[in-house]
């Protein structure tokens, strides 16, 4: 009961919004109906098949088996899946969760990827969920790691334990949006670092909220790989096009 009054307490003053169209989720004044609004269900597009066997971005023409960047490029973990394509609500919906503070995002995230994704993950024997880290500087400045929270919000769901000092990113390196597809590549190179000499998991599922070229999924996986894990998974909130 205690525990219930607080939680309303918390909702009325700082009220939970919709993550779609940040419109507040009240049935009364103080009990969040749902973690997403009757107008928004259905606005984010889901990825479908055909998607790259290799990163999971949808695909225009269905006889391709890769993206282009998968097919030209090297890829270190096994296989990644995302839930969204990254465009309009979906696109909007992360930078405010990522720059405007709205963490509360991050439940319906996690809920989502869970029914979505949770057969998969439980079929790779997934033992750790590990999200992709912030810099020191950058962590600081955010206030929080949004690959983190959907991290945590994922695990709950599944049951599966999530390890933020698992993986650690030593270098502050440039936003990836800014640059192009060499430069990425260029910029991430031996940007983490393992946080023990010996990671003793064979299974890793790595959490990150947009996937675009690949570069920091392989990177991360390579480091991973090389402390001792098996087998690097990955699974993202959002994903462009992979044509």
């Known amino acids: 009961m205690v525990h219930k009054l607080l939680k309303n307490i918390i909702h009325f003053l700082y009220p939970p919004r919709c993550p779609l169209c940040d419109g507040l989720l009240f049935d009364s004044l103080a009990v969040p109906a749902k973690l997403i609004c009757d107008g928004c269900r259905g606005k984010a597009e889901y990825v479908k098949e055909p998607a790259c066997m290799k990163c999971g971005q949808p695909l225009e023409d269905g006889t391709w ?61 997934i033992q750790a969920i590990v999200p992709i880290p912030l810099s020191k500087a950058r962590l600081k400045k955010r ?38 597809h060499k430069e990425r590549k260029n910029n991430l190179k031996r940007a983490f670092k393992t946080g023990r000499n010996k990671v ?44």
Not at 67 to 85: H, I, M, P, T
Not at 150 to 161: E, F, K, Y
Not at 215 to 242: D, F, N, P, W
């Open 143 to 180: 206030g929080f790691n949004q690959a983190a929270a959907a991290a945590r919000s994922l695990g709950r769901q599944m049951g599966i334990p999530v390890y933020e000092g698992v993986l650690l990113r030593i270098r502050d390196t440039d936003v990836q949006k800014s640059l192009n």
């Open 200 to 243: 003793q998991l064979d299974c890793i599922l790595l959490i990150d909220d947009i996937y675009t070229t690949g570069s920091t999924m392989h990177e991360a996986a390579a480091e991973l790989k090389r402390s001792g894990v098996k087998q690097v998974y990955c699974l993202s909130i959002s994903i462009g096009k992979g044509f």
């Open 65 to 125: 088996e890769y993206c282009y960047d998968c097919r030209n490029s090297q890829r270190s973990f096994e296989q990644g899946k995302a839930l969204w394509v990254y465009k309009t609500d979906v696109k909007d919906s992360l930078y405010r969760f990522k720059y405007q503070n709205r963490r509360e995002y991050a439940a319906y995230y996690g809920i989502e990827l869970a029914r979505a994704y949770g057969g998969w993950i439980q079929s790779c024997q």
